[in-house]
């Protein structure tokens, strides 16, 4: 509100400041308008002037040139025979140059000027021989009318001038005068629309502020909610794997026959079938309470020093164990660092394991599915597990990580799993300072990588970190 009042009071000073001086430049045009009105003449009128008297100067200079005692020499004579010459070039340039262009007669008679100059010329140098001067003033004196007239039509020419400077002044005075009018009604409406921009700008305020008090209440009521959804995700998980567990053991016993045949072969198998099927419910229902307790905050890390390499050969020896490892080629980058760093490696290997089933599901079982591990230059710490698949576009990059999304590009989803695994993997790699790192080229293949930070990095060898 106070800098709205600011803005209005500096926009109606500015206003005041140039009608005034609207004003002042107004008054200015108006006197330098009266003072057009008493000059009598321009710059073109004085030099035909100071032409015309030069040429009567001479025809004095020339009567007194055989007076004895009168002071004229011949370089008197001379020097204004010069004067004269240069004001011919001076009627051949310029405003006077474009007046004689205009009147045919006006430029005749410079050109006539021009001749009797020319003529007079060889005379002017002999002055002083008898009978030049007589010669030179008689040459001259027809001369003199046409150059009267000359002098008159400039006078006339000159007043048409000042005329025409005198209205062009006055359109200048009114068009000045309607901008300096425009600009205070520019300056009026600005203040009318600041003051209508005002009111909306309160009214806006007043229902943001209402809006963001709602939008409080909501986001309260959602992160309620989402702490109620958590609770009860875990809980649900925690009451669902109690009564699996015991379906999962029975009927691995009764797959097994433990205790003596079960009877029918196919109840072997049957009892095969309940016992894979719990593994696979048990394991989505270990991703939910994971899930739950990373979207809570309140996954623990137990942290302890990991041999990656160690962690690696344990985790591919567990995955070798699974069904989508059946006939598939895992590879282990021999030119690769294996440091020790400080991490939960129970998640370490969830990581690890989630990230090679993914691989292994999304790429064909005769391509091969590499593990490597290298220090980027900043000191992070980065796992690589790199297939060879059908990869993902930048726009399914963008969407990976989320809750339950897969990234299938086929109409048809074919591929199991509930779209968990990633953003498990990036939950807990935030948990330890790190971060999910994904390359993929559609068709190619991916490189997911786990990036850990170098604060992570041990020095030396556990036992050797312990002891020190």
């Not at 710490?381 to 698949?389: A, K, L, N, P, S």
């Amino acid at each position: 509100m106070n800098a709205l009042r600011v803005i209005k009071t500096a926009l109606a000073l500015t206003i005041v400041g140039f009608a005034a001086a609207g004003s002042y430049v107004s008054i200015a045009v108006m006197d330098r308008q009266k003072a057009l009105q008493q000059v009598a003449r321009y710059n073109m009128v004085w030099a035909v002037s100071q032409s015309i008297g030069e040429f009567y100067r001479f025809e004095a200079r020339l009567g007194a040139f055989e007076v004895q005692g009168s002071g004229v020499d011949k370089d008197e004579i001379l020097l204004r025979f010069d004067i004269l010459n240069n004001r011919l070039g001076v009627f051949r340039t310029g405003e006077i140059k474009d007046f004689a262009d205009m009147k045919p007669e006006i430029g005749e008679t410079v050109e006539g000027y021009a001749k009797l100059l020319a003529d007079l010329d060889p005379l002017v140098q002999a002055v002083e021989k008898p009978g030049n001067v007589e010669r030179i003033l008689a040459m001259l004196q027809p001369f003199e009318t046409r150059l009267s007239r000359f002098a008159a039509a400039a006078n006339a020419y000159g007043g048409e001038q000042v005329s025409g400077d005198q209205q062009h002044l006055l359109r200048l005075h009114w068009t000045f005068s309607a901008i300096a009018i425009g600009l205070v009604a520019c300056g009026l409406m600005f203040i009318i629309l600041l003051f209508f921009q005002n009111r909306l700008l309160a009214k806006a305020g007043n229902n943001l502020r209402v809006l963001a008090d709602d939008l409080q209440v909501a986001k309260n009521e959602a992160e309620a909610a989402s702490e109620a959804k958590s609770r009860f995700l875990a809980n649900m998980s925690h009451e669902l794997r109690t009564p699996l567990n015991a379906v999962i053991g029975f009927s691995e016993i009764i797959a097994e026959e433990t205790f003596g045949p079960v009877g029918q072969p196919a109840y072997r198998e049957y009892a095969g079938d309940i016992n894979r099927s719990g593994q696979h419910m048990l394991e989505l229902i270990n991703d939910i309470l994971t899930m739950a307790k990373l979207d809570a905050g309140r996954y623990e890390l137990a942290l302890s020093p990991i041999d990656i390499r160690g962690a690696v050969d344990m985790t591919i020896a567990m995955f070798r164990g699974s069904k989508q490892a059946e006939g598939r080629a895992i590879t282990i980058g021999a030119d690769c660092v294996w440091p020790y760093i400080q991490a939960d490696e129970r998640a370490f290997r969830q990581m690890l394991l989630n990230l090679m089933s993914n691989a292994a599901k999304f790429s064909d079982p005769q391509t091969p599915i590499d593990v490597r591990c290298d220090i980027a230059d900043a000191g992070d710490i980065v796992v690589t597990v790199v297939d060879h698949g059908i990869g993902m576009t930048p726009d399914e990059l963008a969407k990976v990580v989320r809750p339950f999304y897969q990234a299938d590009s086929r109409l048809a989803r074919k591929y199991d799993g509930t779209g968990l695994g990633l953003s498990i993997v990036a939950g807990m790699m935030n948990c330890h300072g790190g971060r999910l790192q994904i390359e993929s080229e559609s068709g190619v293949g991916s490189l997911v990588s786990l990036v850990f930070p170098g604060s992570l990095l041990l020095e030396a060898k556990p036992e050797l970190a312990a002891v020190a």
